[in-house]
C-alpha cells in the first residue's frame, strides 16, 4: 500500500516562502507521477503542480506559475513544492498525490488522475 506523508505547512506573511515535502513508502516511487494539490475552506480541491516520473515534465495551474516549483528526488522517494511570493488566497490545505502513470505533467491536472493521497498539510498566509 503506497503512503504518502506531507509535511513543512505553517503560518507566515505574505511574501514569505515555504517548501513543503511529501515522503512516499510502500511502492516503486519511480512508477508514479506526482501532484500537489490544495484545498480551501469552502472551496473545491484544485491542481497546484504535477511532476512526472523522472521529474523531466512538470505543470503548474496559472494561479501559481512563476512562483511555485514542483521537484523531486527519486533516490529519496520525496516530492517537494518551493513556494515564493506566498498571497493570503495560497491558504489552504495541500496534498501531496501518486498517480501510477507515465502520463506527461500537463495531463495530471484532475484530481481523479491520482489514486493515492497523503492527508494534507496546512498552509496559512497572513496579510
Known amino acids: 500500500q503506497v503512503q504518502l506523508v506531507e509535511s513543512g505547512g505553517g503560518l507566515v506573511q505574505a511574501g514569505d516562502s515555504l517548501r513543503l515535502s511529501c515522503a512516499v513508502s510502500g511502492g516503486t516511487f519511480s512508477q508514479y507521477a506526482m501532484g500537489w494539490f490544495r484545498q480551501a475552506p469552502g472551496k473545491e480541491r484544485e491542481f497546484v503542480a504535477a511532476?512526472?516520473?523522472?521529474?523531466?515534465?512538470?505543470y503548474y495551474s496559472d494561479s501559481v506559475k512563476g512562483r511555485f516549483t514542483i521537484s523531486r528526488d527519486n533516490a529519496k522517494n520525496m516530492v517537494y513544492l518551493q513556494m515564493n511570493s506566498l498571497k493570503p488566497e495560497d491558504t489552504a490545505v495541500y496534498y501531496c498525490?501518486?498517480?501510477?502513470?507515465?502520463?506527461?505533467?500537463?495531463?495530471?491536472?484532475?484530481?481523479?488522475?491520482?489514486?493515492?493521497w497523503g492527508q494534507g498539510t496546512q498552509v496559512t498566509v497572513s496579510s
Open positions: 498525490a501518486a498517480a501510477e502513470t507515465n502520463l506527461a505533467a500537463r495531463l495530471l491536472t484532475t484530481a481523479a488522475r491520482y489514486g493515492y
Open positions: 511532476i512526472g516520473r523522472t521529474g523531466s515534465s512538470t
